[in-house]
């Protein structure tokens, strides 16, 4: 570690894998609800386990964008953070803010919730993902606009390198796209148009600026290869990601009431999103092979090439199979959207936050070279204690969604009901359950990784 | 195949390509904004069913169950109940609809559970006035049948 100001990345490391076990906790608690209907009623609903869910996936992948922004982008700079004490201000405001509103989901009903925070006011709850009382999300706003400030500073002061212009370039798209969170039309079409603008700019838009410059940063501090040539490929990932990605937002738009040339350039546009994922394996993987140095943390660069295959099968391959509008007609809302999504956020957000943190938390620990061989076997067998659970999970998924499409969706006559169809998949949400477990059981694995104790140390 | 592409092709194409994209979205986002009042019949939007839309999102409805194909896969379909529990008879959905809410959570050991959210009458009717309207938006013809 070459600035000591990179030390404030530590607690936001810690506190996304606090969350990321919370997170998966209650998709367990989901996922039991899914095969028997009265687990947890009514202490836990269902759809309270998911806001729980959900959300504390969108705030762990925050925490882990910051934490991966602050270690990296001093180093990049080649000076001190603008303001450490700012950044645990941050650290700190947000922590408890997100804290405060998953205790609100569990134990105030979500309508008493809206009426406490006064949602009346400028009513923004009960959307998906963005389900955050008016008062959290402005937090969200004044955290985001502190942590750009502390960052920008620092990039606009030090030296300017492709990768924190980038980085620093999906942040601001992120802030600048999660104010549509606060714009609730009466209109339910162009509420759900505008929705869009959040939720896919975000995960299919400036999240992989974010994403690639993460993994770009990674990879030249493990291979040693060349900074040209990593800057090269970084342009030409996202500039696949925003050619393809935002046009692409189009296959949001095929059955929510826009016209109908969606169906047409969501079609075409989302069917070239799987190419920059497809290029960021080839990226990965050719840095790889051209490696200048050794890096004895072996496990970082497992953790990136894993992120881009993780990502090109969840989010270009399972995209890919539900986002031509004359099969999305039939896949829309099922159980197949579910596959896709899970398989996405770990393989492309999950991943990548592991790929820094497994590079950037032995270094805050005093160990240079990364963890110890003993360590890193623990933590290979993490790696794949995770990636077979969740491609497991999806497996069963996908097989769930194909049942539902045959049997609630293609038949003219005699199409089941909704929730005969439902009880028709219980086995496979068994099978989907149980790799749940093994991901849970991955990611505590992984927590023993930083406890393990070398014989020569 | 990347050795002939230089850092300052790669940029270009970076900065072309996503202006270029951006130009494309913002024009078309101008054109749908102008067409969807009519295709989700803007002028029907009552204070009934705008008071229903707040309810459905002060409740988390969207946490179970999915409107238009979105939300959550626990619960059946709502964009098109109104056909399929309503037969599309706005009395009748009504009445369906007072009853379905109060009845909540079945006593079905094993079933799928729906809260009780104890909604006054007109707070129901909202809702039903929402879902009928959220009915008859022109979504191209989706979902494929009436089981959503």
Known sequence: MKYSSQMVAKPYFIFALILLAGEILFGLIMGTQYIAGDFLFPEIPFNVARMVHTNLLIVLILFGFMGATFYLVPEESERELWSPLLAKITFWVFAAAGVATILGYLFVPYATLAEITMNELLPTMGREFLEQPTITKIGIVIVVLAFILNVGMTVLKGRKTVITVVLLTGLVGLAVFFLFAFYVPENLVMDKFFWWYVVHLWVEGVWELILGAILSFVLIKVTGVDREHIDKWLYLIIAMTLVSGIVGTGHHYFFIGTPDYWLWIGSIASAVEPLPFFLMILYAFSMAKQRRIDHDNKMALTWAKGTAVMAFLGAGVWGFLHTLAPINFYTHGTQLTAAHGHLAFFGAYIMILFTIISYAMPIMRGRPHGNGPKAQAVELKSFWMMVIGMLGLTAALTVAGFIQVSLQRLPDVGALSFMATQDEIVSVYKVRLAFGILVLAGLFTYFYSFFVKEETA | ?148
């Open chain 2, 1 to 148: 195949m990347t050795e002939r592409i230089t850092k300052n092709m790669a940029r270009n194409i970076y900065f072309g390509g996503s202006i270029f994209a951006i130009l494309v979205f913002v024009g078309l986002t101008f054109d749908t904004v102008q067409q969807v009042p009519k295709l989700s019949n803007d002028d029907k939007i009552t204070e009934s069913v705008a008071r229903g839309k707040n309810l459905w999102e002060v409740n988390n409805c969207v946490g179970c169950h999915t409107i238009m194909g979105e939300g959550a896969y626990y619960a059946p379909e709502l964009a098109n109940v109104f056909d399929r529990r309503g037969m599309k008879n706005e009395v009748a959905f009504k009445a369906f609809l007072q009853g379905w809410m109060a009845a909540q959570p079945l006593q079905e050991p094993g079933r799928r559970k729906m809260p009780q959210f104890n909604l006054s009458e007109s707070q129901v009717n909202d809702i039903a006035d929402f879902l009928i309207w959220t009915s008859r938006i022109d979504d191209n013809e989706w979902p494929p049948n009436i089981e959503g």
